[in-house]
Protein backbone atom coordinates (compact mmCIF):
# COMPACT_ATOMS: atom_id res chain seq x y z
CA UNK A 1 0.00 0.00 0.00
CA UNK A 2 1.20 3.70 -0.66
CA UNK A 3 2.23 5.75 1.73
CA UNK A 4 0.32 8.77 2.90
CA UNK A 5 2.17 12.05 2.95
CA UNK A 6 0.97 15.05 5.00
CA UNK A 7 0.79 18.04 4.29
CA UNK A 8 -0.43 17.68 0.67
CA UNK A 9 0.71 21.33 0.37
CA UNK A 10 2.65 24.06 1.91
CA UNK A 11 2.96 27.67 1.48
CA UNK A 12 5.93 29.41 3.59
CA UNK A 13 7.74 32.37 3.10
CA UNK A 14 11.69 32.26 2.79
CA UNK A 15 13.36 31.41 6.12
CA UNK A 16 10.50 29.49 7.91
CA UNK A 17 10.78 26.06 8.60
CA UNK A 18 8.27 23.13 7.68
CA UNK A 19 7.82 19.35 8.61
CA UNK A 20 6.55 16.70 6.19
CA UNK A 21 5.64 13.21 7.46
CA UNK A 22 5.52 10.22 5.84
CA UNK A 23 2.82 7.01 7.76
CA UNK A 24 2.83 3.51 6.32
CA UNK A 25 0.71 0.81 7.16
CA UNK A 26 3.02 -1.82 7.06
CA UNK A 27 6.27 -2.13 9.24
CA UNK A 28 9.44 -0.66 7.21
CA UNK A 29 12.81 -1.35 6.85
CA UNK A 30 13.84 1.60 5.28
CA UNK A 31 12.85 5.33 4.10
CA UNK A 32 14.12 7.40 1.65
CA UNK A 33 13.25 11.49 1.03
CA UNK A 34 13.41 12.79 -2.42
CA UNK A 35 12.52 16.26 -3.81
CA UNK A 36 11.37 16.58 -7.79
CA UNK A 37 10.98 19.71 -9.20
CA UNK A 38 8.59 20.33 -12.22
CA UNK A 39 10.08 18.29 -15.30
CA UNK A 40 12.97 16.87 -13.44
CA UNK A 41 13.81 13.42 -11.85
CA UNK A 42 13.65 12.85 -8.29
CA UNK A 43 16.86 13.83 -6.23
CA UNK A 44 17.79 12.08 -3.47
CA UNK A 45 18.00 14.22 0.07
CA UNK A 46 18.21 11.70 3.02
CA UNK A 47 17.75 7.65 3.88
CA UNK A 48 16.76 6.30 6.89
CA UNK A 49 17.36 2.65 8.00
CA UNK A 50 15.47 0.65 10.80
CA UNK A 51 18.04 0.74 13.38
CA UNK A 52 18.93 3.95 13.07
CA UNK A 53 21.65 4.44 10.30
CA UNK A 54 20.99 7.16 8.41
CA UNK A 55 22.26 8.90 5.20
CA UNK A 56 21.74 12.45 3.75
CA UNK A 57 22.37 16.56 3.05
CA UNK A 58 24.06 18.19 5.92
CA UNK A 59 21.01 20.90 5.33
CA UNK A 60 18.52 17.93 5.62
CA UNK A 61 17.42 16.45 8.56
CA UNK A 62 14.63 13.77 9.15
CA UNK A 63 13.33 11.58 11.63
CA UNK A 64 12.23 7.41 11.50
CA UNK A 65 9.76 6.10 13.92
CA UNK A 66 10.30 2.59 13.53
CA UNK A 67 7.21 1.50 15.78
CA UNK A 68 4.50 4.35 14.78
CA UNK A 69 5.89 3.35 11.36
CA UNK A 70 6.09 6.89 10.43
CA UNK A 71 9.10 9.29 9.00
CA UNK A 72 9.23 13.40 9.29
CA UNK A 73 11.20 15.65 7.32
CA UNK A 74 12.43 18.17 9.03
CA UNK A 75 13.11 21.52 6.74
CA UNK A 76 14.19 24.80 8.58
CA UNK A 77 15.47 28.08 7.18
CA UNK A 78 13.69 27.26 4.19
CA UNK A 79 15.19 29.14 0.77
CA UNK A 80 13.66 29.34 -2.61
CA UNK A 81 15.56 26.65 -4.15
CA UNK A 82 13.56 24.09 -1.49
CA UNK A 83 10.36 24.66 -3.92
CA UNK A 84 9.80 21.54 -5.23
CA UNK A 85 7.24 18.40 -4.35
CA UNK A 86 8.64 16.14 -1.95
CA UNK A 87 8.21 11.88 -2.09
CA UNK A 88 8.99 9.37 0.76
CA UNK A 89 9.32 6.14 -0.45
CA UNK A 90 9.09 3.23 1.78
CA UNK A 91 10.99 0.12 1.92
CA UNK A 92 9.07 -3.18 3.17
CA UNK A 93 10.94 -5.94 4.89
CA UNK A 94 11.86 -8.24 1.79
CA UNK A 95 10.37 -5.87 -0.78
CA UNK A 96 13.97 -4.18 -1.84
CA UNK A 97 11.75 -1.74 -3.88
CA UNK A 98 10.61 1.46 -2.97
CA UNK A 99 6.70 2.77 -2.49
CA UNK A 100 6.20 6.39 -3.31
CA UNK A 101 3.55 8.35 -0.97
CA UNK A 102 1.68 10.63 -3.37
CA UNK A 103 3.62 13.45 -2.38
CA UNK A 104 3.90 16.95 -0.91
CA UNK A 105 3.60 20.18 -2.87
CA UNK A 106 6.11 22.86 -1.04
CA UNK A 107 6.36 26.26 -2.04
CA UNK A 108 8.39 29.34 -0.94
CA UNK A 109 7.70 32.74 -1.24
CA UNK A 110 10.37 35.62 -1.17
CA UNK B 1 30.57 9.18 -11.72
CA UNK B 2 28.15 11.22 -15.19
CA UNK B 3 25.08 9.56 -13.36
CA UNK B 4 22.54 8.16 -14.59
CA UNK B 5 21.29 8.80 -18.09
CA UNK B 6 18.56 7.80 -20.42
CA UNK B 7 17.76 7.58 -23.57
CA UNK B 8 15.72 9.22 -25.61
CA UNK B 9 14.77 12.09 -23.23
CA UNK B 10 11.03 12.46 -25.22
CA UNK B 11 9.53 9.76 -27.05
CA UNK B 12 5.74 10.42 -29.19
CA UNK B 13 4.49 7.17 -30.32
CA UNK B 14 1.04 6.14 -32.55
CA UNK B 15 -0.57 4.16 -30.50
CA UNK B 16 0.15 0.20 -31.75
CA UNK B 17 3.76 0.99 -32.18
CA UNK B 18 6.68 -0.59 -30.33
CA UNK B 19 9.24 1.72 -27.95
CA UNK B 20 12.32 0.47 -26.48
CA UNK B 21 14.04 3.20 -24.20
CA UNK B 22 17.44 2.87 -22.52
CA UNK B 23 18.96 3.72 -19.23
CA UNK B 24 22.60 3.89 -18.35
CA UNK B 25 23.27 3.19 -14.71
CA UNK B 26 26.06 5.59 -12.93
CA UNK B 27 29.36 3.03 -13.22
CA UNK B 28 30.12 0.15 -10.77
CA UNK B 29 26.04 0.47 -9.21
CA UNK B 30 25.10 -2.94 -9.68
CA UNK B 31 21.23 -2.66 -9.06
CA UNK B 32 18.82 -0.74 -11.40
CA UNK B 33 15.13 0.37 -10.98
CA UNK B 34 12.68 0.98 -13.47
CA UNK B 35 9.51 3.51 -12.11
CA UNK B 36 6.93 4.86 -14.40
CA UNK B 37 5.46 8.55 -13.02
CA UNK B 38 2.27 10.15 -14.16
CA UNK B 39 1.59 13.49 -13.49
CA UNK B 40 0.81 14.15 -9.71
CA UNK B 41 1.94 11.08 -9.08
CA UNK B 42 4.91 9.83 -7.02
CA UNK B 43 7.02 6.92 -9.15
CA UNK B 44 5.79 3.94 -9.03
CA UNK B 45 7.66 0.40 -9.03
CA UNK B 46 7.91 -1.33 -12.38
CA UNK B 47 11.13 -4.01 -12.46
CA UNK B 48 14.91 -3.72 -11.04
CA UNK B 49 18.02 -6.08 -11.63
CA UNK B 50 20.98 -6.91 -9.34
CA UNK B 51 23.42 -7.53 -12.20
CA UNK B 52 22.25 -9.35 -15.20
CA UNK B 53 19.35 -10.55 -12.72
CA UNK B 54 15.77 -9.39 -12.95
CA UNK B 55 14.91 -9.91 -9.09
CA UNK B 56 11.40 -8.53 -9.49
CA UNK B 57 8.50 -7.46 -11.63
CA UNK B 58 5.57 -5.55 -10.57
CA UNK B 59 2.30 -7.26 -10.78
CA UNK B 60 1.14 -4.13 -12.76
CA UNK B 61 3.12 -4.72 -15.47
CA UNK B 62 1.64 -6.17 -18.20
CA UNK B 63 3.15 -8.59 -20.70
CA UNK B 64 3.65 -6.17 -23.32
CA UNK B 65 6.59 -4.53 -21.36
CA UNK B 66 9.84 -6.03 -21.18
CA UNK B 67 13.51 -5.15 -19.93
CA UNK B 68 16.85 -6.76 -19.78
CA UNK B 69 19.95 -5.79 -18.57
CA UNK B 70 22.27 -8.51 -20.22
CA UNK B 71 25.79 -7.60 -19.35
CA UNK B 72 24.61 -6.49 -16.02
CA UNK B 73 25.86 -2.74 -16.86
CA UNK B 74 22.95 -0.88 -19.23
CA UNK B 75 19.53 -1.77 -19.29
CA UNK B 76 16.80 -1.27 -21.97
CA UNK B 77 12.70 -1.46 -21.11
CA UNK B 78 10.34 -2.26 -24.70
CA UNK B 79 6.58 -1.59 -24.47
CA UNK B 80 5.15 -3.36 -27.34
CA UNK B 81 1.42 -2.57 -28.74
CA UNK B 82 1.64 0.88 -27.22
CA UNK B 83 -1.91 2.33 -25.83
CA UNK B 84 -2.61 5.59 -24.70
CA UNK B 85 -2.53 4.39 -21.17
CA UNK B 86 1.19 4.32 -21.41
CA UNK B 87 2.21 7.54 -21.42
CA UNK B 88 3.67 8.67 -18.76
CA UNK B 89 7.46 9.21 -17.51
CA UNK B 90 9.54 6.54 -17.51
CA UNK B 91 12.29 6.84 -14.60
CA UNK B 92 15.45 4.70 -14.42
CA UNK B 93 17.47 4.64 -11.21
CA UNK B 94 20.44 3.02 -9.82
CA UNK B 95 22.17 2.14 -6.61
CA UNK B 96 24.57 0.11 -5.24
CA UNK B 97 24.29 -3.11 -2.61
CA UNK B 98 28.11 -1.98 -1.38
CA UNK B 99 26.78 0.46 0.40
CA UNK B 100 25.34 -0.08 3.89
CA UNK B 101 22.32 3.02 2.81
CA UNK B 102 22.12 1.56 -0.97
CA UNK B 103 20.36 5.27 -1.97
CA UNK B 104 18.99 5.04 -5.38
CA UNK B 105 19.78 7.70 -7.99
CA UNK B 106 17.44 8.60 -10.83
CA UNK B 107 17.80 9.52 -14.47
CA UNK B 108 16.13 12.30 -16.24
CA UNK B 109 13.43 9.77 -17.36
CA UNK B 110 11.99 9.60 -20.87
CA UNK B 111 8.52 11.07 -21.68
CA UNK B 112 6.07 8.96 -23.41
CA UNK B 113 3.54 10.07 -25.30
CA UNK B 114 1.12 7.69 -27.05
CA UNK B 115 -1.05 9.58 -29.51
Known amino acids: QQPVQSPQAVILREGEDAVINCSSSKALYSVHWYRQKHGEAPVFLMI?????EQKGHEKISASFNEKKQQSSLYLTASQLSYSGTYFC???????????FGTGTRLTIIP | DTGVSQDPRHKITKRGQNVTFRCDPI?????LYWYRQTLGQGPEFLTYFQNEAQLEKSRLLSDRFSAERPKGSFSTLEIQRTEQGDSAMYLCASSSIRDTTYEQYFGPGTRLTVT
Open chain 2, 27 to 31: SEHNR
Open chain 1, 48 to 52: LLKGG
Open chain 1, 89 to 99: GTENFGNEKLT
